[in-house]
């Protein structure tokens, strides 16, 4: 039961600042802090079980027993829950400390580091999860926590705009998630992990007929069907083509979360929810291919559009577009330890990222726009060599932890089949496309000439030790993560026939290996000469290549391919609704109740004239009319 306090020690902060969080005001973090430093330790305490033992099962209570159904809120720590929760715990635990410098003078502080943990216990009891119910239940939890962080300055349109369009992006993946668990439930009558994964042999010939209820006939095996809709919301959750387009947006919430949701909360829950159902998937191989075929997608379309873009964090956002396309692409060819692997060394190396470039934000009085930057490593010498740190491992080069991760993928990739080697050339070339941007976006930040505003210059100095300490050790964990034996660890919690993951042996490792670097290398080499070599040169291929530079600049056109047949559309539905149904039928009919009513109260008022007269008219009148009656009738 002691480890029931990694999730719940973020959610006592999350109260305690919820309830008094306008009494503590600038203090909050002395009481955020310590919680998530707690879960890290508690998390490390159970790595170091797990490790020398089996995996941990906790039930905690039950939360509905009825007929068929019965869901209690428990607890599986196996070896990949233990990988996700230090991952989670770690950058969670940076990004708090970071949030401290970053934060510091808003007037929603306490706000944010009350929903920054809120957001960290909704994503460790994700990881938690030992049945599909409450697993979708946090999977909404962190759903609704990024809204509140990504609209976190509310009084900005683009942030409220941004935070509603990952919310309604996310509602259209989640759906489809939430009738892959119906259908978990329909086929197996449970939703626990440890009783549905047993019969999951039994259950594989199973078909379902779609037309059925329309007399049709099109049978589709019951996995596929189920793989098919989880994958949905995976799709949604970790951005994947085409409901990616929430990602980049995400940019206008506060630098620290935009970290913690790319690094290890909300897009990884895609990629961990595939490796967590790898026996599911592994029953589906056409489900299979369509995660490894949309995640090959993702990852080559990310890496083109990060080309382009000239705010700091949107090529940083973009990159985690394309890597998060590697991981689901290892998942789809049966390589759940690589892709896993993968997830962990990246949450390391964007992490620092994403906050390198808050430093940077920072220190610029809150400029993103590259280029309004430029000679800023000898003035962020800190900034600057953290940051490289993090670009090297991104670009994948030797000896990063990048550089044993992506390599681990592509092998996976290559050993898997022809998909695989279709896929490992496209992901190698998206490397050689990685490398390039990463170092576009060191040499146009941190080389040249000072682009700088002048009001500005003088006073870029480095941020304070808050926002330096987490860059350092995420310098240091962006390198040692790839000589911790994460591929191994991991291996227990995937029968040796799932794992898929290759090892660094053989003439095909060899090749891909070098193959790899050779690419990492040569984007760099590009990157240097195109920015710093012949600064005028990209200005040239922009110009020479216009289309391609547009259709990168302008993110695919996606955004505006959903605005004219999804945006407008139901903009222009809802107007004519409002003006034929809502002010012509509704409005109309009320107001034909109360016109009647007082046309009524008039003609009645008329009648009650006061006056004998006319009383005495309407009488003879009314007598005259019955006598007529009653004579002719």
Same mark, same amino acid.
């Given at each position: 039961?002691?480890?029931? =306090?990694?999730?719940? =020690?973020?959610?006592?902060?999350?109260?305690?600042?919820?309830?008094?969080?306008?009494?503590?005001?600038?203090?909050?973090?002395?009481?955020?802090?310590?919680?998530?430093?707690? !879960?890290?330790?508690?998390?490390?305490?159970?790595?170091?079980?797990?490790?020398?033992?089996?995996?941990?099962?906790?039930?905690?209570?039950?939360?509905?027993?009825?007929?068929?159904?019965?869901?209690?809120?428990?607890?599986?720590?196996?070896?990949?829950?233990? +990988?996700?929760?230090?991952?989670?715990?770690?950058?969670?635990?940076?990004?708090?400390?970071?949030?401290?410098?970053?934060?510091?003078?808003?007037?929603?502080?306490?706000?944010?580091?009350?929903? %920054?943990?809120?957001?960290?216990?909704?994503?460790?009891?994700?990881?938690?999860?030992?049945?599909?119910?409450?697993?979708?239940?946090?999977?909404?939890?962190?759903?609704?926590?990024?809204?509140?962080?990504?609209?976190?300055?509310?009084?900005?349109?683009?942030?409220?705009?941004?935070?509603?369009?990952?919310?309604?992006?996310?509602?259209?993946?989640?759906?489809?998630?939430?009738?892959?668990?119906?259908?978990?439930?329909?086929?197996?009558?449970? =939703?626990?992990?440890?009783?549905?994964?047993?019969?999951?042999?039994?259950?594989?010939?199973?078909?379902?007929?779609?037309?059925?209820?329309?007399?049709?006939?099109?049978?589709?095996?019951?996995?596929?069907?189920?793989?098919?809709?989880?994958? %949905?919301?995976?799709?949604?959750? !970790?951005?994947?083509?085409?409901?990616?387009?929430?990602?980049?947006?995400?940019?206008?919430?506060?630098?620290?979360?935009?970290?913690? %949701?790319?690094?290890?909360?909300?897009?990884?829950?895609?990629?961990?929810?595939?490796?967590?159902?790898?026996?599911?998937?592994?029953?589906?191989?056409?489900?299979?291919?369509?995660?490894?075929?949309?995640?090959? @997608?993702?990852?080559? %379309?990310?890496?083109?559009?990060?080309?382009?873009?000239?705010?700091?964090? /949107?090529?940083?956002?973009?990159?985690?577009? !394309?890597?998060?396309?590697?991981?689901?692409?290892?998942?789809?060819?049966?390589?759940?330890?690589?892709?896993?692997?993968?997830?962990?060394?990246?949450?390391?190396?964007?992490?620092?990222?994403?906050?390198?470039?808050?430093?940077?934000?920072?220190?610029?009085?809150?400029?993103?726009?590259?280029?309004?930057?430029?000679?800023?490593?000898?003035?962020?010498?800190?900034?600057?060599?953290?940051?490289?740190?993090?670009?090297?491992?991104? !670009?994948?080069?030797?000896?990063?932890?990048?550089?044993?991760?992506?390599?681990?993928?592509?092998?996976?990739?290559?050993?898997?089949?022809?998909?695989?080697?279709?896929?490992? @050339?496209?992901?190698?070339?998206?490397?050689?496309?990685?490398?390039?941007?990463?170092?576009?976006?060191?040499? @146009?930040?941190?080389?040249?000439?000072?682009?700088?505003?002048?009001?500005?210059?003088?006073?870029?100095?480095?941020?304070?030790?808050?926002?330096?300490?987490?860059?350092?050790?995420?310098?240091?964990?962006?390198?040692?993560?790839?000589?911790?034996?994460?591929?191994?660890?991991?291996?227990?919690?995937?029968?040796?026939?799932?794992?898929?993951?290759?090892?660094?042996?053989?003439?095909?490792?060899?090749?891909?290996?070098?193959?790899?670097?050779?690419?990492?290398?040569?984007?760099? +080499?590009?990157?240097?000469?195109?920015?710093?070599?012949?600064?005028?040169?990209?200005?040239?291929?922009?110009?020479?290549?216009?289309?391609?530079?547009?259709?990168?600049?302008?993110?695919?056109?996606?955004?505006?391919?959903?605005?004219?047949?999804?945006?407008?559309?139901?903009?222009?539905?809802?107007? /004519?609704?409002?003006?034929?149904?809502?002010?012509?039928?509704?409005?109309?009919?009320?107001?034909?109740?109360?016109?009647?009513?007082?046309?009524?109260?008039?003609?009645?008022?008329?009648?009650?004239?006061?006056?004998?007269?006319?009383?005495?008219?309407?009488?003879? @009148?009314?007598?005259?009319?019955?006598?007529?009656?009653?004579?002719?009738?």
């Amino acid at each position: 039961m002691l480890y029931a =306090l990694i999730p719940f =020690l973020p959610l006592l902060a999350f109260v305690i600042l919820g309830l008094f969080g306008h009494w503590i005001k600038d203090r909050s973090h002395w009481v955020a802090v310590p919680a998530v430093l707690g !879960s890290l330790l508690l998390s490390i305490m159970a790595l170091v079980d797990v490790a020398g033992g089996q995996p941990l099962h906790i039930p905690l209570y039950t939360w509905a027993d009825s007929g068929n159904l019965h869901i209690a809120i428990g607890l599986f720590v196996d070896q990949l829950t233990v +990988a996700m929760l230090l991952l989670v715990t770690i950058v969670s635990s940076l990004v708090h400390v970071y949030t401290i410098g970053y934060m510091h003078g808003e007037p929603g502080y306490a706000r944010f580091f009350s929903n %920054i943990a809120l957001f960290t216990f909704s994503m460790l009891m994700l990881v938690m999860s030992d049945n599909f119910l409450q697993l979708f239940v946090f999977w909404e939890a962190v759903g609704l926590c990024s809204y509140l962080l990504i609209g976190h300055w509310y009084e900005r349109e683009s942030a409220r705009a941004a935070a509603t369009k990952a919310f309604l992006v996310n509602r259209v993946g989640d759906f489809g998630f939430m009738l892959g668990i119906l259908l978990v439930f329909v086929t197996f009558g449970s =939703l626990h992990y440890q009783e549905v994964f047993p019969q999951l042999e039994q259950k594989a010939g199973g078909l379902v007929n779609l037309l059925g209820s329309v007399g049709g006939h099109w049978e589709i095996s019951v996995m596929t069907l189920i793989c098919l809709f989880l994958f %949905i919301g995976a799709v949604g959750k !970790s951005a994947q083509v085409p409901l990616h387009v929430w990602l980049p947006d995400a940019m206008e919430g506060p630098t620290p979360i935009s970290a913690l %949701i790319h690094a290890a909360t909300m897009v990884t829950a895609g990629v961990f929810m595939v490796a967590r159902f790898a026996p599911l998937f592994n029953l589906s191989p056409v489900a299979m291919d369509v995660v490894a075929v949309v995640g090959g @997608v993702t990852m080559f %379309i990310g890496a083109t559009i990060a080309l382009t873009q000239t705010d700091i964090k /949107r090529v940083v956002a973009y990159s985690t577009l !394309s890597q998060l396309g590697y991981m689901m692409m290892a998942c789809g060819l049966g390589g759940y330890i690589a892709g896993m692997y993968h997830l962990l060394t990246h949450g390391a190396f964007k992490a620092l990222l994403f906050l390198g470039c808050g430093a940077v934000i920072i220190a610029l009085h809150h400029e993103q726009d590259m280029k309004n930057m430029g000679g800023l490593k000898d003035k962020l010498p800190v900034t600057y060599w953290t940051f490289l740190i993090g670009a090297l491992a991104l !670009s994948g080069f030797p000896l990063t932890a990048g550089f044993f991760s992506k390599d681990e993928l592509l092998l996976a990739a290559w050993m898997s089949g022809d998909l695989g080697k279709v896929l490992t @050339v496209l992901g190698l070339l998206t490397a050689l496309m990685t490398a390039f941007y990463s170092f576009r976006l060191v040499f @146009v930040t941190f080389w040249g000439e000072s682009r700088v505003d002048p009001h500005h210059a003088q006073h870029v100095h480095e941020p304070s030790k808050t926002m330096t300490f987490p860059l350092l050790i995420l310098a240091v964990l962006s390198i040692l993560a790839g000589y911790m034996g994460i591929p191994e660890f991991l291996a227990p919690a995937f029968p040796p026939a799932e794992s898929g993951g290759g090892h660094h042996e053989g003439s095909a490792a060899m090749g891909i290996m070098m193959t790899a670097t050779a690419m990492g290398l040569l984007g760099i +080499a590009g990157a240097y000469w195109v920015y710093v070599k012949s600064p005028g040169l990209p200005d040239r291929l922009a110009n020479q290549w216009q289309s391609l530079y547009q259709l990168s600049l302008n993110k695919w056109f996606v955004d505006e391919a959903y605005d004219r047949t999804v945006v407008m559309p139901t903009l222009n539905l809802a107007d /004519r609704l409002w003006k034929r149904v809502d002010i012509a039928v509704i409005d109309g009919a009320v107001n034909g109740v109360a016109r009647a009513v007082a046309w009524g109260g008039w003609v009645t008022r008329r009648l009650q004239s006061g006056q004998a007269q006319n009383y005495a008219l309407a009488m003879t @009148v009314g007598a005259v009319v019955i006598l007529g009656a009653m004579i002719f009738y």
